[in-house]
């Protein structure tokens, strides 16, 4: 039973214009969200998160947006560039369950200039 | 700088044989994790510590085992048991008091089972 969904698999843009990357969740328990960014061979890196108990958290071309009625989340990025070209995956943790970080199965995005 | 090693990065191994993927953190963590991930599957959670030597299961903890007698190293070993281990593993850490539960990764090894 997947807890973190990342319903598109892919993703293409233009660059400039914008990326919207969504995630879905299942768990109301979970109450922090986070994004990583994944380049092929390597490890994933934290990009940003966002606590439940707010609804937008913007750093920089960032944003990531939080609807808890609905359990979903969605990444933007703009403008979008040919560098961000990578599998961004959606997580989420509860508090108060550890640190068990549950993983989506990520959307790989290509920006193509 | 601070940050996690994994080694090796590429392995192949044949049927039957054990295999140690070696993950070593100098960020003063105290929470170390093991991850799988496999195409189109995401990153499932394999086992999981909190202090030196405590450990728990995650999702896919047959098959593996682990240990961690300090701090800063936590093996991961692929047992001949693991049905399926050609996968790419992400060792990962964070601290132990966290409310952003910001895991920070290494490379990752690449295991492949010949």
């Known amino acids: 039973d997947q807890q973190v969904k990342q319903n598109s698999p892919s993703l293409s843009v233009q660059e400039g214009r914008i990326s919207i990357l969504n995630c879905d969740y299942t768990?109301?328990?979970?109450?922090?969200f986070l994004w990583y960014k994944k380049y092929p061979a390597e490890g994933p890196t934290f990009l940003i998160s966002?606590?439940?108990?707010?609804d937008k958290n913007e750093d920089g071309r960032f944003t990531v947006f939080l609807n808890k009625s609905a359990k979903h989340l969605s990444l933007h990025i703009v403008p979008s560039q040919p560098g961000d070209s990578a599998v961004y995956f959606c997580?989420?943790?509860?508090?108060?369950?550890?640190?068990?970080?549950?993983f989506g199965a990520g959307t790989r995005l290509f920006v193509k200039a | 700088d601070g940050g996690i090693t994994q080694s090796p990065k590429y392995l192949f191994r044949k049927e039957g044989q054990n295999v140690t993927l070696s993950c070593e953190q100098n960020?003063?963590?105290?929470?170390m994790y093991w991850y799988r991930q496999d195409p189109g599957q995401g990153l499932r959670l394999i086992y999981y510590?909190?202090?030196?030597?405590?450990?728990q299961k995650g999702d896919i903890a047959e098959g593996y085992s682990v240990s961690r007698e300090k701090k800063e190293s936590f093996p991961l070993t692929v047992t001949s048991a693991q049905k399926n281990p050609t996968a790419f593993y992400l060792c990962?850490?964070?601290?132990?008091?966290?409310?952003?539960?910001?895991?920070?990764f290494g490379e990752g090894s690449r295991l492949t089972v010949l």
């Open positions: 510590s909190q202090i030196v030597n405590d450990f």
């Open positions: 966002i606590s439940s108990i707010k």
């Open positions: 997580a989420a943790s509860a508090s108060t369950g550890g640190f068990k970080t549950i």
């Open positions: 990962a850490s964070s601290q132990r008091i966290s409310v952003s539960g910001e895991l920070f």
């Open positions: 768990n109301s328990m979970f109450d922090y």
């Open positions: 960020l003063n963590h105290d929470a």
